[in-house]
């Protein structure tokens, strides 16, 4: 078998209020599983999802899992630090876990956008659709409109604990990056925008910034 010709590594911040399912969507991403036990992420978790995304090109995946709570903190500015997209999440049974988008929306284009100045990709997710799948069927037309106004790529209704949908919000995040990185390279170095990157003994990815503060 010929190996693929091309590599990327993006960063990609999971965020959204406490409790919407951030980790548990990365979980069923990631390791194909599901819990019902709920425990609340400190501070940041990260994971590593392979993609192949087409015969020719690898694309890996840093998954931070930023803990609800640290919309109230002050380190949310470190976590967003050279991401490359991301995926704001809200709690369909929750109302006010929607009206908390847009100040994680508002957070992150503060405090990031790609080195050329663009703000970077982010895709909504409405999750937990197996609980609520009346809240948002009528309001497909509210949630475009939505999207559009506060510049999200894209919205998905997403059930980690059924499966539904991760993978389609993935790839169009991940679309919308290749997008984006095709005008990167035009004025930019590519070294500039990839972290450093190993692996610790648990399996899970350590990133080394040199520069954090
Ligand atoms: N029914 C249902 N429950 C879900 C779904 N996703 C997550 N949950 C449950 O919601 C609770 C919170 O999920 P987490 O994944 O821990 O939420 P989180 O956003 O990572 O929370 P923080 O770490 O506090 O920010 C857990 O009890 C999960 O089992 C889903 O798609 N459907």
């Given at each position: 078998?010929?190996?693929?010709?091309?590599?990327?590594?993006?960063?990609?911040?999971?965020?959204?209020?406490?409790?919407?399912?951030?980790?548990?969507?990365?979980?069923?991403?990631?390791?194909?599983?599901?819990?019902?036990?709920?425990?609340?992420?400190?501070?940041?978790?990260?994971?590593?999802?392979?993609?192949?995304?087409?015969?020719e090109?690898?694309?890996?995946?840093?998954?931070w899992?930023?803990?609800g709570?640290?919309?109230f903190?002050?380190?949310?500015?470190?976590?967003?630090?050279?991401a490359?997209g991301?995926?704001?999440?809200?709690?369909?049974?929750?109302p006010?876990?929607?009206?908390?988008?847009?100040?994680?929306?508002?957070?992150?284009?503060?405090?990031?956008?790609l080195?050329?100045?663009?703000?970077?990709?982010?895709?909504l997710?409405?999750?937990?659709?197996?609980?609520?799948?009346?809240v948002?069927?009528?309001n497909?037309?509210?949630?475009d409109?939505?999207?559009?106004?506060?510049?999200?790529?894209?919205?998905f209704?997403?059930?980690?604990?059924?499966?539904?949908?991760?993978?389609?919000?993935?790839?169009?995040?991940?679309?919308?990056?290749?997008?984006?990185?095709?005008?990167?390279?035009?004025?930019?170095?590519?070294?500039?925008?990839?972290?450093?990157?190993?692996?610790?003994?648990?399996?899970?990815?350590?990133?080394?910034?040199?520069?954090?503060?």
């Open positions: 078998m010929q190996a693929p010709h091309k590599e990327h590594l993006y960063k990609l911040l999971v965020i959204g209020d406490l409790g919407v399912g951030k980790t548990s969507i990365i979980k069923r991403y990631v390791h194909q599983n599901f819990s019902s036990h709920y425990r609340a992420t400190i501070g940041v978790d990260f994971a590593l999802k392979v993609l192949h995304w087409d015969p090109t690898v694309v890996r995946l840093q998954l899992d930023i803990a709570q640290e919309r903190g002050n380190m949310t500015r470190v976590y967003y630090r050279e490359m991301a995926f704001i999440v809200f709690d369909v049974t929750r006010a876990t929607f009206e908390a988008v847009a100040k994680w929306k508002n957070d992150l284009d503060s405090k990031l956008t080195p050329n100045g663009k703000p970077v990709s982010v895709v997710l409405a999750n937990k659709c197996d609980q609520g799948k009346d948002l069927m009528n497909g037309l509210k949630m409109q939505f999207c559009k106004e506060h510049g999200f790529v894209g919205w209704e997403t059930s980690a604990k059924e499966n539904i949908n991760i993978d389609e919000a993935s790839r169009c995040l991940v679309k919308h990056i290749l997008a984006n990185e095709c005008d990167l390279m035009e004025s930019i170095e590519p070294d500039v925008v990839k972290p450093h990157l190993t692996s610790t003994k648990s399996g899970k990815v350590l990133l080394i910034y040199l520069q954090v503060f």
